[in-house]
Structures are given as structure tokens and as C-alpha cells.
């Protein structure tokens, strides 16, 4: 199975902060990640797909880059609603597989 | 809309079995693979299963093969899990999940369900 190392696991962070969040698989993955955001007691919410394709309807505060096993998702300017749990997945295997998860928290 | 609504969480016994259902509305579920996807309370999200647009393959993760099924009706536009030999660690919030590109099957997941909570408890 691919492992998918997130990291950080929880970070504080305050509105119009740029946050970084880093994904690392345990081989190459050739761009196949997706992010999702979930918040308490809701299903996560595709964000980006391809590395770096944003879904439908999700701000442009939020992109994606990387390659081979290194990823990243940014968030440019930090709104209220962005406090949530961040997932990336891996669908380069036929075993999908997440990150542990990346929690924002309000510093 | 697009939507995807799960159905048939409960309370079970440890080596007992459950039946989940996800019925798929507003698009053309025969043309979409499936996926099942668990997430334990207060813990992160597990892949489970999937299961192919026309349901000839499917795939597990090491977790549940050999005790969880996925199956689909095309013509009732439902997915199921068939969970056999239930565990504790079984407990968490199931979602059923689209892939979001039609015909392929290992993409990103567009559309979940709202979730059933399936709890292993003697």
C-alpha cells in the first residue's frame, strides 16, 4: 500500500494567514492527489483534484502543487470558514489511501 | 441535485452482520464507479472499497477483505456493503463516495453521502 504522510497534524493559524499544508507518499504518485476539507459532523468536500485542479465552486484562495511524492496545499488568505481538517488522498494505486488528516485551528 | 444517502447504520454485535445502502439520484449511477469510505470517531478517513461502474470488479482494503462485500444495483440506483464478522474497530461513520470521473474508477471523489454511523458493541 501507498502511505500518505501529512504533516502538520493540527496547526493555529489567524484569519488572512497564508497556511501551508505538506502531503508525502511513500512512492511516486504521478500527480494523482486530491485534497478535501471537512468540517465537524459533515462528509469531506473535494477541494482539488489532479494536484492542482480546482474543483468547481471552491474559492481560488486555495491551490495545490507538487510531484512525484511531495505535495502541498496552500491557502493564500485564510477566511473564517476555512477552519476545518484538511485530508490529501492518493488515487495513483488501486488500494486508495488518505493522509492522517491536517487540523486548522484559530490561533 | 446530485446527491448520494446512505441508510441502514445501527448498534450490532461483535460477530454479527449489517447491510448498508446509498442511493444515488440526479445523475447516471450506471456510469460512475463507487466507493465505500469509513472515518472511526475522531479519527481520519479509511478507504474501504470500490467497486466498479458495472459492477465487474472490486477491490478492498486489507481491513475488511474477506468479511465486507460491494455490490451494486444499476437498476435501483443503490450501492451496498454486506459487513460479516463485525469488530469493534468496525465502529465509524460510513460514506459512500462517486468517483468523479465517469468510466474511470481511481480518481478523486466528487460526491459523499451524509454519512450512517455503524456502532460494534456487545
Known amino acids: 500500500d501507498i502511505q500518505m504522510t501529512q504533516s502538520p497534524s493540527s496547526l493555529y493559524a489567524s484569519v488572512g494567514d497564508r497556511v501551508t499544508i505538506t502531503c508525502r507518499a511513500s512512492?511516486?504518485?504521478?500527480?494523482?492527489l486530491a485534497w478535501y476539507q471537512q468540517k465537524p459532523g459533515k462528509a469531506p468536500k473535494l477541494l482539488l483534484y489532479?494536484?492542482?485542479r480546482l474543483e468547481s465552486g471552491v474559492p481560488s484562495r486555495f491551490s495545490g502543487s507538487g510531484s512525484g511524492t511531495d505535495y502541498t496545499l496552500t491557502i493564500s488568505s485564510l477566511q473564517p470558514e476555512d477552519f476545518a481538517t484538511y485530508y490529501c488522498?492518493?488515487?495513483?494505486?488501486?488500494?486508495?489511501?488518505f493522509g492522517g488528516g491536517t487540523k486548522v485551528e484559530i490561533k | 441535485q446530485v446527491q448520494l444517502v446512505e441508510s441502514g447504520g445501527g448498534v450490532v454485535q461483535p460477530g454479527r452482520s449489517l447491510r448498508l445502502s446509498c442511493a444515488a439520484s440526479?445523475?447516471?449511477?450506471?456510469?460512475?464507479?463507487m466507493h465505500w469510505v469509513r472515518q472511526a470517531p475522531g479519527k481520519g478517513l479509511e478507504w474501504v472499497a470500490v467497486?466498479?461502474?458495472?459492477?465487474?470488479?472490486?477491490y478492498y482494503a486489507d481491513s475488511v477483505k474477506g468479511r465486507f462485500t460491494i455490490s451494486r444495483d444499476n437498476s435501483k440506483n443503490t450501492l451496498y456493503l454486506q459487513m460479516n464478522s463485525l469488530r469493534a474497530e468496525d465502529t465509524a461513520v460510513y460514506y459512500c463516495?462517486?468517483?468523479?470521473?465517469?468510466?474511470?474508477?481511481?480518481?478523486?471523489?466528487?460526491?459523499w453521502g451524509q454519512g450512517t454511523m455503524v456502532t460494534v458493541s456487545s
Open positions: 463516495a462517486r468517483t468523479m470521473v465517469r468510466g474511470v474508477i481511481f480518481n478523486a471523489f466528487d460526491i
Open positions: 440526479g445523475f447516471t449511477f450506471s456510469s460512475y464507479g
Open positions: 467497486i466498479w461502474y458495472d459492477g465487474s470488479n472490486k
Open positions: 512512492q511516486g504518485i504521478s500527480n494523482s
Open positions: 489532479a494536484t492542482s
Open positions: 488522498q492518493q488515487y495513483y494505486s488501486t488500494l486508495l489511501t
